[in-house]
């Protein structure tokens, strides 16, 4: 019986690439490059299966004459990406990639959060740049973290990861989500707040929310208003949930202490204003980029696909 055929948008980590050629036949050689449109369509058009990408724009026209497609395996926790009711109006499945995640974002949220309290990136290139005199007692003097106030945005599995971690800084936590949560037995008391009092009273927020129309620019002009000058925003869920206009703005005029951004409204574009500010971090979407997770990710598209195949329902099913 012949394998079924499989289309990979993006390169993925050298164990998920030979599992996949092992348990299916590849219709292309996918790079780091993205695939421009044409080739994505065409690519689609040749499988019985996918994995994509979370910049792949699956939309009702990229999904129109795909007689031979199943199922689409969203390498991704999220899957905005995708046209859902076109897929079901297709009967092509899609799933996603969740729990995988998880600690290393939250890891990497928390690396924010010093990054830019310590003004850490900004020290590494006055090191580097071979100007630094040597210590001096007023030398780059930046903000603690310890016994300050967070607030998470979005308190699911990540937003409470996050959370965890903050106990060893002996932070106070606040959230606001749909839904109330209740902190492990070991861990200090989580608050909950409406969006308008956790943003005036956090000296850190962080966001842990997935993109939705209702989260488009959930933190703009008068969100950003709101928080104290001498607090950080904190982004490593998805880029338009934060106005990068905004937020510009606000840190040109002080009213913002500073920014850790992963992720931005236009990937790989972002506004040119914030590469031009000391008090910013950015990183290249690196949430999920561990080796052992970025794997993990793969071998769960896999997993999701041979269920299909096998005649079972796929175990990450989105729709």
Known sequence: MSRPALYISRLLPDSVMTAAQERFQLV???????????????????????????TDRIDAAMLTDLPRLKILANYAVGYNNIDLAAARRRGILVTNTPDVLT???????????????RRVA???????????????????????????????VGMGRIGQAVARRAAGFNMRICYHSRTAHVPDRLVASWERRSLTDLLRDSDFVT????LTAETQHLIGPDQLALMKPTAFLINTSRGPVVDETAL??????RRLAGAGLDVFEQEPV?????????????????GSATLATRVRMGMICLENIEALFAGLAPPNLVT
């Not at 966001?207 to 997935?210: D, E, Y």
Request: hydrophobic share 45%; with cysteine.
């Open 122 to 152: 900004e020290g590494d290139a006055y090191v580097r740049s071979g100007a630094w005199p040597g210590w001096t007692p007023t030398q780059m003097l930046g903000t603690d973290v310890s016994g300050k106030m967070l607030g998470i």
């Open 207 to 210: 966001l842990h929310v997935p």
């Open 28 to 54: 292309n050689k996918p790079s780091e490059m993205a695939p421009s449109w044409d080739a994505l369509k065409a690519g689609l058009g040749d499988a019985d299966a996918a994995i994509c990408i979370l």
């Open 248 to 253: 510009v703005s606000a840190l040109r005029q």
């Open 270 to 286: 972002f506004h040119p204003s914030l590469g031009e500010l000391r008090e910013v971090v950015l990183l290249p979407h690196l």
């Open 103 to 117: 600690e290393s974002t939250a890891d990497l949220t928390w690396a924010l959060i010093l990054a830019v309290a």
